[in-house]
C-alpha cells in the first residue's frame, strides 16, 4: 500500500504541526534565522487562497506589520491594506455615533487585511525558503516526544523527526489536548457569523462596531476591488440558540437581517462569497511549554475576536518563539533544550493573559441589556479606542519581565 | 612520564570522583538534581558565545563559529557544554575524572546523534594539546592541587587559542548562597562544594600567570528573582573568565 511513503523519513530542527498564519510565519522567522522547519498542514493551501474562501480578516497592528516587513512579507501586502483611519461606535444604532480618529501621536489603529492576502503573501515567502519543507494535505497519525527529539507520522507512514515540536493548529489544537494540558475555559454561548460584503457607499476607512445586548455587531474596512467596488468584513454575534436558524437563512434573508441591523449606512450590500461561522469561546493556559513542545497562536490562547487581538497575539509568540530559539542555536542549545522553552513561556506568559481578559471582559460588559449597561459601554468603547495605549501598556509589562520585546516586532 | 601517576593522585580526589558518579544518570533531567547547571548553561554559554566571536572575529549571526576548530572541555560531566560547543561546529574532546560521567555522556551524544571523542582520565595523563578553544567550567574549586590542574590546562591550549574558566568566588556571599542555603534548599546536591576551596579572581589570576597564562577582565555570574542566572558586574557569587598564552 505505502510501502515506499512508510520509509521516507524527513528530518528539519522543529516540526511545526499547523501551517496557518501563525504556524507557517514562525517557519519564515525560522528558516530567516537559519533554522530548517518541516510545516504539516491537514488542509489545501490552493484551497485556502481561492478567491472568496472565506470572509475573514484581521486587524494588523504596527507592531505585526513590524514583523511582516522584518521577514520580507510587507512589500507584497503594503498594496493589500485598508488602513483604519477611524472606529465609529454606535449602541443598537441609538441616534448619535462617537467616532474615535487617533491623532498623530496615538499610533496607527492598524491595518486591515483579507486573511487571503495574508495567506498568499506568506506562502510566497515561504516558497522562496529551502529551510522549509512544506507538507500539505497532511493527516497526523501519531506524535512521540522522546528524550533526543520528536517524531511524527503521518497518515501515510511519513515519519518527521525534528528537536522540537510545535503546535500551531488553533483553538482546538489536538496536540495541545493530547499533550494534557488543561487550559482554563469557558463558552460565552454566542457564535460569530463571518461573511464578506460588497456595499454601495465607500466606509471611508472606517471600522463599525454597533452593540446589540446580543454581542457586537462589526464591519471592517477592506480595501476597494480593482473596479472599485467596496467591500467589508462582516463580524456578526449571535446568540448561539439563534446561530442556526441565521446560518440556515436564505441569502436575501440573510442579507436583509444584515440591512437591518446596519441601519443603511453603506447602502445597498451584497454577500462576496460564504457565510462562516465559529462558536465564540475563551481559553487561555498559563503553561505554553512541556517536553519538547511549544504552543503559538489560538493554540495557546483563544480570545474574542471583538478587539482582533488574536492575530496579533499570535504573531508575538511567532516573534518570541523566532528569537528564543534563534538566541539558542547561536549558543549551540537545540531547539528542544527545557531552558529555551522556558524562557519562551515566561515571555509570553503576562501578555497573552492581559490580553485575553481585557477582551473578555469588553464581551461581558457588551452582552449586558438596559439603560445603565448602555452608557458604561459608550464609556468603555473609550477604552477600546484607548486600546492601543493599553497595549502598549501590556508590552511594557512584558518588556519589564523579559527586559525587552522581540527584535522582530521592532521597525 | 613518571610524574604522571603522582598527578593523577592529586588531583582527582576519590570522594569527589564518586559524588559526581551517583548523579550522572541524573544529569540531563533538567528538572533533576543538577537543574541548576541547566539554568547556567545558557548564561555561561551566552559569555562563551561573545568570547568565540571577540576572540576569532567570528559573524555573531552565525551558528557555526567553532566550524574547523578543535575544541576541549575539561569537566565535563555528562556532556552539558560539550554538546553545545559541537553544535557550533567544532570537533570536540571532552574530559571527566568520573568514569559514570562519561558513560552518560557517551550514551547521550549517541542518542543525539552527536560525535564527541569522550575521554575518561587524568587530563595531564591524556596528551592532549594544541586545541583553539579549552573550557572548564566549575572545575577548578574541586581540584585538590590547582597549580598542577592550571599547568595541564596550559599544555592543551594551542597557539592563539582561547580558554574560558568559571569558578565560584570565594567570599561571604558565596558561603552564604552557594553553600549553605542552596545545598540545604536542594538547589544543588549535597556536599558539591567546600568553600574553602574556592578560590577569587586575583588567585586565579596568579595561577594563570605562573602557568604562562594571561586572564581576560572576569564577569560575574549572579542571580536575581526577575532574571534569574545572568551575567552581571557583581563577582560576589560566581565569575567567568577568559584566558590566553601570556
Not at chain 1, 525560522?30 to 485556502?48: H, I, N
Amino acid at each position: 500500500m505505502s510501502n515506499v511513503a512508510a520509509e521516507q523519513s524527513l528530518a528539519g530542527d522543529v516540526v511545526i504541526l499547523g501551517g496557518g498564519l501563525v504556524g507557517m510565519t514562525l517557519a519564515i522567522g525560522l528558516a530567516k534565522q537559519g533554522l530548517s522547519s518541516l510545516v504539516v498542514d491537514s488542509s489545501d493551501p490552493a484551497a485556502q487562497t481561492a478567491e472568496g474562501f472565506d470572509g475573514r480578516a484581521s486587524a494588523i497592528s504596527t507592531a505585526s506589520w513590524n514583523l511582516y516587513t522584518n521577514l520580507g512579507m510587507a512589500e507584497a501586502l503594503a498594496p493589500k491594506g485598508c488602513p483604519i483611519d477611524a472606529i465609529a461606535v454606535t449602541d443598537s444604532l441609538k441616534p448619535g455615533r462617537i467616532d474615535f480618529r487617533p491623532g498623530a501621536e496615538d499610533g496607527s489603529l492598524g491595518r486591515m487585511y483579507a486573511n487571503r492576502d495574508l495567506r498568499m503573501a506568506m506562502y510566497d515567502v515561504a516558497a522562496r525558503e529551502s529551510l522549509i519543507t512544506f507538507l500539505p494535505n497532511a493527516q497526523v497519525a501519531t506524535r512521540e516526544r522522546g528524550e533526543h527529539g520528536v517524531a511524527v507520522t503521518l497518515a501515510d507512514g511519513r515519519v518527521l523527526k525534528g528537536s522540537l515540536l510545535v503546535a500551531a493548529e488553533g483553538r482546538r489544537s489536538p496536540t495541545r489536548d493530547e499533550a494534557g494540558f488543561t487550559p482554563a475555559r469557558w463558552d460565552y454561548g454566542h457564535r460569530a457569523i463571518i461573511a464578506g460584503l460588497t456595499h454601495e457607499r465607500s466606509h471611508e476607512n472606517t471600522a463599525w462596531e454597533i452593540f446589540y445586548p446580543a454581542g457586537p455587531f462589526a464591519l471592517l474596512p477592506l480595501l476597494d476591488e480593482a473596479d472599485g467596488t467596496h467591500r467589508s468584513a462582516l463580524v456578526w454575534t449571535v446568540a448561539e440558540k439563534d446561530a442556526a436558524g441565521v446560518l440556515a437563512l436564505g441569502e436575501t434573508a440573510f442579507l436583509a437581517e444584515v440591512e437591518k441591523r446596519m441601519g443603511g449606512v453603506f447602502g445597498k450590500i451584497a454577500l462576496n462569497g460564504p457565510r462562516s461561522s465559529y462558536p465564540l469561546n475563551f481559553h487561555h493556559t498559563a503553561k505554553v511549554v512541556d517536553h519538547r513542545l511549544a504552543l503559538v497562536g489560538d493554540a495557546a490562547h483563544g480570545m474574542h475576536p471583538i478587539a482582533g487581538q488574536g492575530l496579533n497575539v499570535g504573531l508575538r509568540d511567532v516573534a518570541a518563539l523566532v528569537e528564543v530559539l534563534a538566541e539558542g542555536a547561536r549558543l549551540g542549545l537545540e531547539p528542544g533544550d527545557a531552558q529555551l522553552l522556558a524562557r519562551y513561556e515566561r515571555w509570553r506568559a503576562a501578555d497573552t493573559f492581559m490580553v485575553a481578559a481585557a477582551t473578555d471582559v469588553l464581551t461581558r460588559l457588551f452582552g449586558l441589556r438596559g439603560r445603565l449597561p448602555s452608557m458604561v459601554r459608550r464609556f468603555g468603547m473609550a477604552g477600546v479606542q484607548r486600546l492601543p495605549t493599553l497595549k502598549r501598556w501590556f508590552m511594557d509589562e512584558a518588556r519589564g519581565m523579559s527586559g525587552k520585546l522581540p527584535e522582530l516586532l521592532k521597525a | 612520564m613518571s610524574n604522571a601517576t603522582t598527578l593523577s593522585a592529586q588531583t582527582i580526589r576519590p570522594e569527589e570522583a564518586a559524588h559526581f558518579g551517583k548523579l550522572a544518570a541524573d544529569w540531563w533531567d533538567p528538572k533533576g538534581q543538577s537543574a541548576m547547571l541547566h539554568k547556567l548553561n545558557p548564561v555561561r554559554l551566552g559569555f562563551i558565545r561573545a568570547a568565540i566571536d571577540t576572540h576569532f572575529a567570528a559573524d555573531p549571526r552565525g551558528l557555526r563559529p567553532l566550524a574547523g576548530k578543535r575544541a576541549l572541555d575539561v569537566g565535563c560531566g555528562a556532556g552539558l557544554l560539550a554538546e553545545p560547543l559541537h553544535r557550533m561546529g567544532a570537533a570536540v574532546t571532552a574530559v571527566d575524572a568520573a568514569a559514570e560521567n562519561i558513560a552518560a555522556a557517551r550514551a547521550h551524544a549517541e542518542g543525539a546523534g552527536l560525535t564527541i571523542d569522550y575521554r575518561h582520565g587524568e587530563l595531564a595523563e591524556l596528551g592532549l594539546a594544541g586545541f583553539d578553544l579549552v573550557t572548564s567550567m566549575e572545575v577548578i574549586e574541586h581540584v585538590a592541587d590547582k597549580p598542577a590542574f592550571v599547568a595541564a590546562l596550559a599544555q592543551t591550549l594551542g597557539q592563539g587559542g582561547l580558554m574560558v574558566l568559571s569558578t565560584p568566588n570565594r567570599t561571604p556571599a558565596s558561603r552564604v548562597l552557594m553553600v549553605e542555603a542552596a545545598e540545604r534548599l536542594g538547589m544543588v546536591p549535597r556536599g558539591t562544594h567546600h568553600w574553602d576551596d574556592f578560590i577569587t579572581p586575583i588567585e586565579l589570576h596568579d595561577l594563570l600567570e605562573a602557568a604562562g597564562l594571561k586572564m581576560g577582565n572576569p564577569q560575574g555570574i549572579a542571580w536575581g528573582p526577575a532574571k534569574g542566572l545572568h551575567l552581571s558586574d557583581d563577582l560576589a557569587l560566581n565569575y567567568i573568565v577568559t584566558v590566553t598564552r601570556a
